[in-house]
T-cell receptor, first 113, second 114 residues
């Protein structure tokens, strides 16, 4: 079992829709979770971090964490073509990952105008 | 504040040559990470340092790869001799110590070995 798994995608949504990106993790001791956005040919850019159960909102982005289910998600409201990118989920702080980030394989999102 | 700085941004070299990639972490950050990204294998952690000391190098693919961090503001990743299968984008990232501190990536070095 991979330490962090993402819905592999690719995911395609129309402009203005809600894009839902999901991630599960196997290390129950993981404490911190992050979503990175990576445009083609660019480096990963941190867009959201979440540490506690529940929702965290930042503009059009909402991260959700459920530690009991070992599940992390990212919702993008009012999706824009500029949101088209690969989204990487990452966790850290667990027994396996420790100080490093463990990344999922990424979900490629396309927002169609 | 300046972000993570990497050089060169692009490197093209011939098989068998030595390649040195450089990284300057964000000032004050305690941790430095080297990653490699390819289409086939995704984003892989090669090695990371805490306070200039290598903590985990289990991701370094083989002895041809070595990394150093002589001081808090500089790290190198060296490949000697380089091979075509080393072609990838190499990222450096840094963060502060402590749970929850966020990791920031540099722009990467695109390495092509012919």
């Amino acid at each position: 079992q991979k330490e962090v798994e993402q819905n592999s995608g690719p995911l395609s949504v129309p402009e203005g829709a809600i894009a839902s990106l999901n991630c599960t993790y196997s290390d129950r001791g993981s404490q911190s979770f992050f979503w990175y956005r990576q445009y083609s040919g660019k480096s990963p850019e941190l867009i959201m971090s979440i540490y506690s159960n529940g929702d965290k909102e930042d503009g059009r982005f909402t991260a959700q964490l459920n530690k009991a289910s070992q599940y992390v998600s990212l919702l993008i409201r009012d999706s824009q073509p500029s949101d088209s990118a690969t989204y990487l989920c990452a966790g850290s702080g667990g027994e396996t990952s420790g100080s490093r980030l463990t990344f999922g394989e990424g979900t490629q999102l396309t927002v169609n105008p | 504040d300046a972000g993570v700085i990497q050089s060169p941004r692009h490197e093209v070299t011939e098989m068998g040559q030595e390649v040195t990639l450089r990284c300057k972490p964000i000032s004050g950050h305690d941790y430095l990470f080297w990653y490699r990204q390819t289409m086939m294998r995704g984003l892989e952690l090669l090695i990371y340092f805490n306070n200039n000391v290598p903590i985990d190098d289990s991701g370094m693919p083989e002895d041809r790869f070595s990394a150093k961090m002589p001081n808090a503001s500089f790290s190198t990743l060296k490949i000697q001799p380089s091979e075509p299968r080393d072609s990838a984008v190499y990222f450096c990232a840094s963060r502060l110590a402590g749970i929850g501190y966020e990791q920031y990536f540099g722009p990467g070095t695109r390495l092509t070995v012919t």
